[in-house]
Nanobody, 121 residues
Framework: QVQLAESGGGLVQAGGSLRLSCAAS????????MGWYRQAPGKERELVAV???????KYTDSVEGRFTISREVAENTVYLQMNSLKPEDTAVYYC???????????????WGQGTQVTVSS
């Protein structure tokens, strides 16, 4: 079993920055992909960024060049640095982990509780 604990959400003005953290505990060695998804009111959950156990990354087009996903292996923590935030980035952000290589949110095995990110215009 794996537990994911997120932190770092909040309220920021457009153009500002936030950094989200996701600390993993438990059987972390079974994990292959870790990532961030987000869900805005009335919208489906969407991929934001993922990072593999080998360190490769993938971003959704709307955040490419503004967001950076990274990981600190020694701390079992994945980060999402969000710069140049826009009001359309407003959503609940979820940390997720999968035992396989996948981008499909319904194939992720573990989820955090979510953290609210609100970007004001």
């Amino acid at each position: 079993q794996v537990q994911l604990a997120e932190s770092g959400g909040g309220l920021v003005q457009a153009g500002g920055s936030l950094r989200l953290s996701c600390a993993a505990s438990g059987n972390i060695y079974s994990l292959h992909f870790m990532g961030w998804y987000r869900q805005a009111p009335g919208k489906e959950r969407e991929l934001v960024a993922v990072i593999s156990s080998a360190g490769t990354t993938k971003y959704t087009d709307s955040v490419e060049g503004r967001f950076t996903i990274s990981r600190e292996v020694a701390e079992n923590t994945v980060y999402l640095q969000m710069n140049s935030l826009k009001p359309e980035d407003t959503a609940v952000y979820y940390c997720a982990a999968a035992r396989r290589a996948t981008l499909k949110h319904d194939e992720y095995d573990y989820w955090g509780q979510g953290t609210q990110v609100t970007v004001s215009s």
